[in-house]
């Protein structure tokens, strides 16, 4: 139950925390779209008014020209050559702005496009039309335009304009005059434009107005799509590229090949914005990396500690009972004894035999005990001596072989060297070999053979411990050394031990500056490999009590260089 609540908390928070950083996250990417958007919404709008101000520059001159009568046009011209008072003056009206170049007047009843027609074109200085074969050519392709559109229009019964306007693109504007009694077009009005006026004189002021390049950092181009051609900016230092445009407006129906078009650089707001947001993004990820670290270690060392707070239980269990077995054995045994009620030789020796292994059993796990305690507390003492590591080997091997034959395994010992000199107390040395030795007899099966060797590396000696048992798999390999740590498995959990021997082993190595490692593949076996610094010091100085029994107890087989030795 408990773990499920724990496990429930941990994702709960981790939920919380994700989705609270995705929401952070979206906020600040939604605040900074808001931010750019409106201030692109605002250029835009300038742009829009640029575009605006460049139309209504173009029709101010035509102001009151729909309220006009138009009728009695057909008629002065016929009579007089010459527009009727009233409209005379509205068009010199238009004819005065700069932004015209010219203004001509074509009857209905003339093509402009025949050559030779003879049209009427408004002398400005004398206010009057003079007729004239001399016009420019495009003016034809202007009053086509009107003649169709205004056609068109006439057909439309809803139609109630005296006149009809139609741009050839930013040439001419044509205007169609409309007898409205009569449903019939009286004639064309075309005004050509002053292109480089407008590009220098209209245009580009108005752009200059809005965007000024020091003010701004959004980038205009007056751009004729037709020829990609940039007719004005208001930053010559940035070179149009069509990919940089962010925006385009048009000018309604006037200068069909023109348009506006806008790249929004970052401006200044925007640009602070984007440092604070940066800044906002490394501080949150900083502080969720923070939050999840410090969770998950909180999380993980609990689980350790509650770990190790089961298996020193499980210890403790395990130990008592280890304990009360030799001790109960020795005790029965004890009593039949005291109770006189064994009393035939052969049974006392076998009575006393028990009593004298189960008291060595005893001793075995009390010192055992003892060294990890000793070890906990970091008083473990160290009688360091010169020693040869391949007599020592020899010694132990000689006193562990019988066990290990008993179980059925065999020991097959080779060395490289038998002058392996090291800085050891041989009590560890003893310790630790009988710890890798045990272990591996006690998780391979029988019958099988422990592979010892001696090598020689360039500053020691390695003594490898091989068995073909049953390997650790990699998921627990990095714990084995772990105090109280057990694999759990079905052969571990049939073999009694309180994972505490290799964990020994390891804080001994290190006291006799030496390493333990391992290397292992499931169901394969096991190669424990304990590496000695070599010792330099002349051999005569070497101390080994038992040199003589190793030598006598254990044949060798092979030179000295590569020696092998089997115990069966
Ligand atoms: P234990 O008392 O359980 O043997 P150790 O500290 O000696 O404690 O070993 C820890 C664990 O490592 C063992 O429980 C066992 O699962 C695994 N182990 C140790 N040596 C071997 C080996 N030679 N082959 C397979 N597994 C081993």
Redesign the pocket.
């Known amino acids: 139950m408990n773990k499920v609540i724990r496990w429930s908390l941990l994702s709960a928070s981790l939920i919380a925390i994700l989705t609270l950083t995705a929401m952070n996250v979206y906020m600040l990417y939604d605040v900074r779209d808001t931010l750019i958007q409106g201030e692109q919404k605002k250029q835009l709008a300038l742009l829009d008014e640029v575009a605006l101000n460049v139309r209504r520059t173009i029709y101010r001159p035509y102001r009151g020209f729909n309220t006009l009568e138009l009728e009695p046009i057909e008629g002065s011209i016929e009579e007089r050559g010459q527009f009727p008072e009233q409209v005379r003056e509205k068009i010199v009206q238009v004819a005065n702005s700069p932004v015209f170049s010219a203004v001509y007047y074509t009857p209905a009843n003339v093509d402009p496009c025949k050559e030779g027609s003879q049209i009427y074109e408004l002398d400005r200085k004398m206010s009057l039309l003079n007729l004239t074969n001399q016009y420019p050519q495009n003016l034809c392709d202007g009053v086509g335009l009107v003649r169709t559109k205004a056609r068109i229009e006439l057909n439309n019964f809803d139609y109630r304009w005296n006149t009809n306007t139609e741009f050839d693109a930013h040439r001419s504007m044509n205007i169609g005059l409309i007898n409205l009694h009569e449903n019939s077009i009286i004639g064309y009005l075309t005004a050509t434009i002053d292109r480089d006026y407008l590009i220098n004189e209209v245009i580009t002021p108005e752009i200059n107005q809005y965007f000024d390049s020091s003010k701004t950092t959004s980038v205009v181009w007056l751009h004729d799509w037709a020829n990609d051609v940039v007719l004005a900016t208001n930053n010559n230092e940035i070179p149009f590229q069509i990919e940089e445009v962010q925006q385009r407006v048009d000018f309604g129906r006037m200068f069909g090949n023109w348009n506006l078009k806008i790249a929004f650089l970052d401006n200044a707001s925007i640009s602070l914005y984007h440092a604070t947001f940066t800044k906002n993004i490394v501080v949150l990820g900083f502080s969720v990396i923070l939050l999840l670290g410090a969770l998950f270690y909180i999380f993980y060392t609990a689980q350790k500690e509650r770990r190790i707070l089961q298996q020193q239980a499980d210890f403790l269990a395990n130990v008592t009972h280890e304990l009360k077995t030799p001790l109960a054995v020795i005790q029965a045994a004890g009593e039949n004894i005291a109770d006189g009620r064994v009393t035939q030789p052969k049974r006392l020796k076998e009575y006393g035999t028990h009593i004298h292994q189960e008291s060595i059993r005893l001793n075995k796990m009390i010192e055992m005990l003892l060294d990890v305690a000793r070890s906990d507390y970091g008083t473990t003492l160290i009688h360091a001596s010169p020693h040869n590591l391949h007599l020592l080997v020899k010694n132990i091997i000689q006193q562990q072989h019988p066990l290990a034959k008993k179980k059925g395994h065999s020991i097959d010992y080779s060395y490289d060297s038998d002058k392996a000199i090291i800085l050891v107390d041989p009590d560890h040395i003893k310790i630790i070999l009988t710890?890798l030795i045990d272990?591996?007899v006690?998780?391979s099966k029988a019958p099988s053979t422990i592979y010892l060797q001696l090598s020689v590396t360039n500053d020691g000696f390695n003594l490898h411990v091989k068995?073909q048992?049953?390997?650790?798999s990699r998921s627990h390999i990095k714990n084995?050394f772990k105090k109280f740590?057990?694999?759990e498995d079905s052969l571990?959990a049939k073999t009694k031990?309180?994972?505490?021997?290799?964990?020994i082993v390891q804080g001994l190595m290190g006291l006799n500056k030496g390493t333990v490692t391992v290397k292992?593949e499931w169901q394969k076996g096991?190669t424990f490999t304990l590496f000695f610094p070599e010792y330099n010091m002349h051999p005569t100085e070497i101390n080994n009590p038992n040199q003589e029994d190793s030598v006598a107890l254990i044949s060798t087989r092979g030179t000295s260089t590569l020696a092998s030795e089997t115990i069966v």
Do not use: F, Q
């Not at 048992?469 to 650790?472: D, K, L, P, T």
């Open positions: 710890n272990n591996a006690k998780y068995d048992g049953m390997g650790i084995i740590y057990r694999v571990s031990g309180h994972g505490l021997g290799l964990s292992s096991s």
